[in-house]
């Protein structure tokens, strides 16, 4: 599954890469909505996106919405990350196919890389 893991804090994002690596999944950082942006727009298409809500430059919500609004990733699936569910609360999440709230488990985080893709 080819994988974008969104989150502006690196060790958390690059943590969460070499676990979902070690599972098999090829994956693509970014550390801002920008890179983000930029990598959704590139040559991959991602199956999986884990986007942060609380980006320094866009927040998560909108940037799911901006992307939800291609083709692209219209039906692709989108996983919001927040350390703060009073954030998420903010937000009409509907955007988002499913939540985690961080610090994440292995356990949780693995059984939303091992939900298989839908045609």
Not at 52 to 63: M, R, T, V
Request: charged fraction near 25%.
């Amino acid at each position: 599954m080819n994988v974008l893991l969104v989150d502006d804090y690196r060790l958390t994002t690059d943590l969460l890469a070499d676990v979902a690596c070690s599972m098999g999944h090829s994956v693509t950082t970014a550390y801002s909505g920008a890179e983000a942006l930029a990598a959704a727009n590139g040559e991959w298409t991602f199956d999986l996106i884990l986007l942060d809500i609380a980006l320094p430059d866009i927040n998560g919500h909108e940037l799911c919405v901006r992307l939800r609004a291609s083709e692209k990733y219209a039906s692709r699936r989108i996983v919001s990350l927040s350390a703060d569910a009073e954030l998420c609360e903010r937000f009409n999440m509907s955007c988002f196919d499913d939540s985690l709230l961080k610090p994440l488990s292995l356990s949780e985080f693995e059984c939303v890389l091992s939900k298989p893709i839908e045609p």
